[in-house]
């Protein structure tokens, strides 16, 4: 008769622990993740970062190709300057016009240059104005990232306090349980991932959901040892419907 009530009060206790349990491994799972969230997190600061430095190389690149033209241009009024200094020793009208055709002709490249110098100056205000705002759009993605990060952090201490305080609970339940359903409860709870007994719900357990034979239900019912499901090994119960 003291087995009976024995066991019938161990399953309660194994419930309440199951239920604590199940509140600890939830809680171990999220935490495993926040690492992730943060790197991600960072990983995507790094990738923001990236968009300003792109658009610095932009501008130097822009910057460097202006510079060579301003050198080619430079070059080539040097060129013109000289050609026209020698009209005055041009002794034939044939020489003289094609020493003018050929001054016309650089004067007209020389055109064309300074048009592309304007746009690149152009191009080195747009890729300037491109800096300010990658910058300003890194500031304040960065800042909101940093929050993020910071509210992370809270929750995995967060998680961690809480989890302190069921261990507390846990530590206060296990020494009402019978050693042997102590250890063979904690060797299913590791080995089915935080899920060591299984409610029995339409004689299905609820662990498996393999149909029970009702051999099995009636095992249950005496309460006279404790039941383990034959496919997944967990420890069966069935609610208590007067309680
Ligand atoms: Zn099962």
């Not at 799972?29 to 990738?47: A, G, T, V, W």
């Not at 013109?80 to 034939?92: C, E, Y």
């Not at 042997?180 to 007994?197: M, P, T």
Request: net charge negative; aromatic share 4%; hydrophobic share 35%.
């Amino acid at each position: 008769m003291n087995e009976k009530i024995n066991i019938a009060e161990q399953t309660d206790l194994l419930i309440s622990l199951q239920a604590l349990d199940t509140q600890i491994y939830k809680m171990i799972s999220e935490k495993e993740l926040k690492p992730l969230e943060i790197n991600n997190l960072e990983d995507s600061q790094k990738l923001k970062q990236s968009g300003m430095k792109e658009a610095e190389d932009n501008l130097k690149s822009i910057q460097l190709k202006h510079k060579e033209k301003e050198i080619m241009l430079g070059t080539k009024e040097e060129e013109v300057r000289k050609l026209q200094g020698q009209l005055n020793q041009i002794k034939t009208n044939k020489e003289y016009t094609t020493m003018i055709n050929e001054i016309e002709s650089h004067k007209a490249d020389n055109s064309l240059l300074e048009e592309e110098i304007i746009k690149f100056m152009d191009s080195i205000d747009q890729a300037k104005a491109r800096i300010v705002l990658e910058k300003q759009k890194f500031a304040e993605e960065s800042k909101s990232i940093d929050t993020r990060i910071k509210e992370i952090k809270q929750q995995i201490n967060d998680i961690e306090e809480a989890a302190i305080e069921l261990k507390k609970k846990r530590e206060g339940l296990t020494p009402l349980i019978g050693k042997k359903f102590l250890s063979e409860y904690e060797r299913i709870l590791v080995g089915k991932d935080g899920q060591a007994l299984a409610e029995v719900v339409n004689d299905n357990c609820g662990g498996c959901y393999m149909q029970l034979p009702p051999q099995v239900i009636n095992e249950i019912n005496m309460k006279e040892k404790i039941v383990f499901c034959e496919n997944c090994q967990r420890i069966l119960y069935i609610k208590d419907e007067k309680a």
